[in-house]
């Protein structure tokens, strides 16, 4: 499995835009690149999953270069309840072998 | 839809004590997940189920680790004995379709506490 590196903590403010970047330097072609959520005292939870260039839904964008060697979760106007562990996960997807495997995350604090 | 109940919430016991831990995954997911998750790190698989059959449990301690899924459905992991690294929260997880990351669904937890 491709490695994943996330800066260890992240502070911000309401209603700031917030870019949270990982690097995966040795992705496979045939890998995507999911993120997960997690609240204290609550299991991760799904927000967004892409291959290449950009993905947007309801909750964030995510951003892809050509390269793929990063990718940048970008969370819109965050707000208290933003504040989280955010994690960054590469796999592949292909065969129904893939199992989210987790390292540290982003400890992201939003500030009043 | 529910989501995955996990039991009990919170747990303390003495090392060499055993402890077991219940999950009821969403209705109809196939697959089930057992993780562990020490402070300050991301959860660690530990076993995955396909309905009642191990698909991995490379990373399972298995000298005091054990878990069973009957019938496929509800899942109990226990620890015996305990030892004070085991302290954790420990998560559990199901999806309707194994492979696929955007389809896992995680409970609660249950914090465990050694002392």
């Known amino acids: 499995l491709a490695k994943t590196t996330q800066p260890i903590s992240m502070d911000s403010y309401e209603g700031q835009e917030v870019n949270i970047t990982c690097s995966h330097n040795n992705i496979a072609t045939n890998d995507y690149i999911t993120w997960y959520q997690q609240f204290p005292s609550q299991g991760p939870r799904f927000i967004i999953q892409g291959y290449k260039t950009k993905v947007t839904n309801e909750v964030a964008s995510l951003f892809i270069p050509a390269d793929r060697k990063s990718s940048t979760l970008s969370l819109p106007r965050v707000s208290l309840s933003d504040t989280a562990v955010y994690y960054c996960l590469v796999g592949d997807q292909s065969g129904g072998s893939y199992i989210p495997t987790f390292g540290r995350g982003t400890s992201l604090i939003v500030h009043p | 839809e529910a989501g995955v109940a996990q039991s009990p919430r919170y747990k303390i016991i003495e090392k060499r004590q055993s402890v077991a831990f219940w999950c009821n995954p969403i209705?109809?997911?196939?697959?089930l997940y057992w993780y562990q998750q020490i402070l300050g790190q991301g959860p660690k698989l530990l076993i995955q189920?396909?309905?009642?059959?191990?698909?991995?449990d490379s990373q399972l301690p298995k000298d005091r680790f054990s878990a069973e899924r009957l019938k496929g459905v509800d899942s109990t992991l226990k620890i015996q004995p305990a030892k004070l690294e085991d302290s954790a929260v420990y998560l559990c997880a199901s999806s309707l379709e194994a492979g696929r990351s955007y389809g896992y669904t995680f409970g609660s937890g249950t914090r465990l506490t050694v002392v």
């Open positions: 189920f396909q309905n009642n059959g191990v698909v991995d």
């Open positions: 209705s109809g997911h196939a697959t």
